[in-house]
């Protein structure tokens, strides 16, 4: 084995640096080099080399009194972890809902990075052909309307409208199968996720596309409203019209 792994398959390195962070979360008020060396058990030369790297990340942050607290990152992603659970704590049941409405499978798309985006929720419809994706998978942002919703919303400034919060995709990413999708914002018209209605395309007849796309929008809307967002008004459209 090398060295640089632990038993367990780990990088021996990342294990402590996490051990460091995890110790100094731990604790009420910021550490001495020495309070960390005795509580992690690690030599202090070690401890300093890696908070080279934990301070760089923003993860550690060395006050002017020489003790270490946990930096500014660490507070983002304390921030991320809260906002991606209510995320997932609000729209659950909005896609369980819309399931027992006869849609066809319910998904929540996040974006994960410049090529994919990660279906963070699923919920298979009652159908006995499904599209086959679930919780976990990434998928191509570039593809797809849940894709493509993200890709024109995702940190570009655009302004949600009732013309561009929803999207239809046929075939796109698999020849057989369809999506609708409407996109779900937090406060400040920041995207948070985008709900999608996908099945076979068979299925996606036109009486069938204008019913789920307005399910599909509705329930984008109320997931929008619980999440500290303000959605496009239907209104706004009957009267721009």
């Given amino acids: 084995?090398?060295?640089?792994?632990t038993s367990e398959g780990g990088v021996a390195a990342v294990d402590r640096a996490l051990d460091i962070v995890r110790t100094v979360a731990l604790h009420a008020k910021p550490m001495s080099l020495a309070d960390l060396a005795r509580a992690t058990g690690f030599y202090k030369s070690t401890i300093l080399?890696?908070?080279?790297?934990?301070?760089?990340?923003?993860?550690?942050a060395r006050r002017n009194d020489g003790r270490y607290c946990l930096g500014?990152?660490?507070?983002?992603?304390?921030?991320?972890?809260?906002?991606?659970h209510h995320l997932v704590e609000t729209v659950r049941p909005i896609l369980l809902d819309l399931v027992d409405r006869g849609t066809e499978s319910a998904s929540l798309h996040v974006y994960h990075n410049s090529r994919f985006r990660q279906c963070l929720l699923r919920v298979d419809s009652r159908h006995s052909i499904l599209d086959r994706i679930a919780t976990g998978d990434l998928l191509p942002l570039d593809r797809g309307a849940a894709g493509r919703l993200i890709q024109t919303f995702h940190r570009q400034g655009a302004r949600p409208?009732?013309?561009?919060?929803?999207?239809?995709?046929?075939?796109?990413?698999?020849?057989d199968c369809a999506a609708v999708a409407s996109a779900v914002f937090g406060i400040g018209n920041e995207l948070l996720g985008v709900i999608s209605l996908s099945g076979p395309r068979e299925r996606f007849t036109p009486a069938a596309i204008e019913t789920m796309s307005d399910l599909c929008l509705s329930a984008a809307a109320q997931a929008t409203a619980l999440l500290g967002g303000q959605y496009?008004?239907?209104?706004?459209?009957?009267?721009?019209?």
Avoid at 1 to 5: D, F, L, T
Avoid at 76 to 82: I, M, P, S, T
Avoid at 166 to 173: I, K, P
């Fill in 232 to 241: 496009p008004s239907r209104q706004e459209k009957a009267l721009s019209a």
């Fill in 72 to 84: 500014p990152y660490a507070h983002q992603l304390g921030r991320a972890y809260e906002a991606t």
């Fill in 49 to 60: 080399r890696l908070m080279a790297s934990l301070e760089k990340a923003a993860f550690i």
């Fill in 161 to 175: 409208s009732l013309s561009n919060v929803s999207a239809l995709s046929m075939g796109e990413r698999d020849p």
């Fill in 1 to 5: 084995m090398n060295s640089s792994q």
